[in-house]
């Protein structure tokens, strides 16, 4: 499925997630759970509902795909299911992290509108909560102070990202010098 010519996550009718009220009221218990990844108050995740759209994904649906330009004005809170975020090393594909129930995919291309960074795929049904950057902008406009509050969440989750991305690559890098002492030993 080429992924840039027609955006297969998009729904062919864009349904509110207010429009189903357990689907909805599990994206708010999600936003307000302090082991959320967006963590907001109760208020603030029940004002942000009528901002978001359900998305309905089958098993096997190439959300983005890693250099994807089209279709990267959105992210997603993952209500139900899983997705394999993955990214190319060479020919091969290096799976990064299963993400599920609560947890975002998207947030960069939403915010940057650069080329999404990771390919994702749908490893079961999926049911997810979408923000648009049109949305984010009717925010914005219309409840300015939860808008900031929820870019400042977002902030500081990448911010979270590149440090563990930090940490890892200073274990490969100690892990790489190990080798290159042990190869010089062996000599």
């Known amino acids: 499925m080429d992924t840039d010519a027609s955006p297969p996550a998009t729904p062919t009718r864009?349904?509110?997630?207010?429009?189903?009220?357990?689907?909805a009221t599990l994206a708010v218990e999600m936003l307000q759970s302090r082991l959320a990844v967006l963590p907001l108050g109760a208020d603030d995740a029940r004002a942000l509902l009528p901002f978001l759209h359900r998305l309905d994904l089958p098993q096997g649906c190439a959300l983005f795909k890693e250099g994807q330009r089209a279709h990267n004005d959105h992210m997603l809170l993952i209500l139900e299911g899983q997705v394999s975020v993955d990214t190319a090393a060479g020919v091969d594909n290096v799976a990064m992290s299963v993400v599920g129930p609560g947890q975002t995919l998207g947030e960069l291309a939403l915010l940057d509108d650069q080329p999404r960074s990771t390919t994702c795929t749908t490893l079961t049904p999926v049911i997810a909560a979408v923000l648009s950057r049109s949305a984010l902008q009717r925010l914005a406009d219309m409840?300015?102070?939860?808008?900031?509050?929820?870019?400042?969440?977002?902030?500081?989750?990448?911010?979270?990202?590149?440090?563990?991305?930090?940490?890892?690559?200073?274990?490969?890098?100690?892990?790489?010098?190990?080798?290159?002492?042990?190869?010089?030993?062996?000599?």
């Open 14 to 23: 864009q349904r509110s997630l207010q429009d189903s009220p357990g689907l």
């Open 143 to 187: 409840q300015p102070l939860l808008a900031a509050r929820l870019m400042a969440r977002l902030a500081a989750q990448q911010g979270e990202r590149l440090r563990a991305l930090g940490d890892q690559l200073q274990m490969y890098a100690q892990v790489l010098q190990q080798q290159r002492e042990a190869a010089a030993q062996r000599r």
